[in-house]
């Protein structure tokens, strides 16, 4: 079975973003989090999110070591693990793109 084509849904907008990339071939690894210290609501839901060395306030937050662990590919969401190679930007904007998608991505660009 073919693998579905994700590219003729991806937005204007986001081809612009991929046109300003670097993607450079990474092996994922699980890289510190920060983690809301309250919950945010009743049932005791905390709000996660990547540690890029942004700065943040750890009245708020706790910075834990390698409890991101996992991305999502930009175009089809495949999830990208501990020990997947994936292809990342290499610049300011966060953009991920899995093995299959890559190769798409590039040859759509350069066309």
Do not use: K
Request: with cysteine; glycine share 4%.
């Amino acid at each position: 079975m073919a693998e579905p084509n994700h590219l003729d849904q991806i937005p204007d907008a986001e081809w612009e973003t991929f046109r300003r990339c670097c993607f450079v071939p990474r092996t994922f690894r699980s890289y510190p989090c920060l983690l809301m210290i309250e919950p945010m609501n009743e049932d005791g839901d905390r709000f996660w999110a990547p540690f890029r060395g942004q700065p943040f306030d750890p009245q708020i937050f706790e910075l834990v070591e390698e409890a991101w662990d996992h991305e999502h590919c930009d175009v089809c969401n495949r999830r990208i693990e501990d020990g997947d190679d994936y292809w990342t930007n290499d610049g300011p904007e966060h953009v991920d793109l899995c093995p299959l998608c890559h190769p798409r991505v590039v040859q759509r660009l350069e066309s």
